[in-house]
């Protein structure tokens, strides 16, 4: 086991050498629609993708997930196999969000062996993810365009 400063340190690490290994500016939470970001997320058993939709208006969260459920076919079929749609997550402190996510498990960002692996998973899947957002974001940020 890691005390807290080495688990923190580790991590700390394992960003720097992500960010040395592909040095670009990812989209992220620069998606131009408020509440809908893209992240990145590792831990000892998975590595995830993740589109998060955290809209306050369940409204609106439900009908920027509905546009990217409407999208799903595409996304998979031209940018990223095994998604997981699910309208109505609950994050660990109670909040209730939309998630879209793929992930690779059986790895571990506190084994350095697995870092190369899940550095190419985060590059592969999120740079498909934005690819996608890239051509339909237009669609999904405009809410009174059909779905």
Do not use: C
Not at 24 to 33: G, S
Not at 51 to 76: G, P, Q, T, V
Not at 118 to 123: A, E, G, L, S, T
């Amino acid at each position: 086991m890691y005390s807290k400063e080495e688990t923190q340190r580790l991590k700390r690490e394992f960003w720097v050498a992500f960010a040395e290994k592909y040095p670009r500016k990812w989209v992220l939470y620069d998606t131009k629609i408020k509440d809908f970001s893209f992240k990145f997320y590792v831990d000892n058993k998975k590595a995830q993708v993740l589109i998060d939709i955290e809209h306050r208006n369940d409204d609106k969260r439900i009908a920027y997930f509905e546009k990217m459920e409407s999208l799903k076919n595409i996304l998979e079929d031209d940018f990223i196999k095994d998604l997981v749609f699910e309208k109505d997550f609950t994050l660990e402190n109670g909040k209730t969000i939309s998630r879209i996510w793929v992930e690779k498990t059986g790895v571990s960002v506190s084994n350095r062996n697995y870092w190369d692996e899940i550095f190419d998973f985060f590059n592969e899947k999120m740079h498909a993810a934005e690819m996608f957002y890239l051509e339909y974001g237009d669609y999904i940020k405009d809410l009174e365009m059909n779905t």
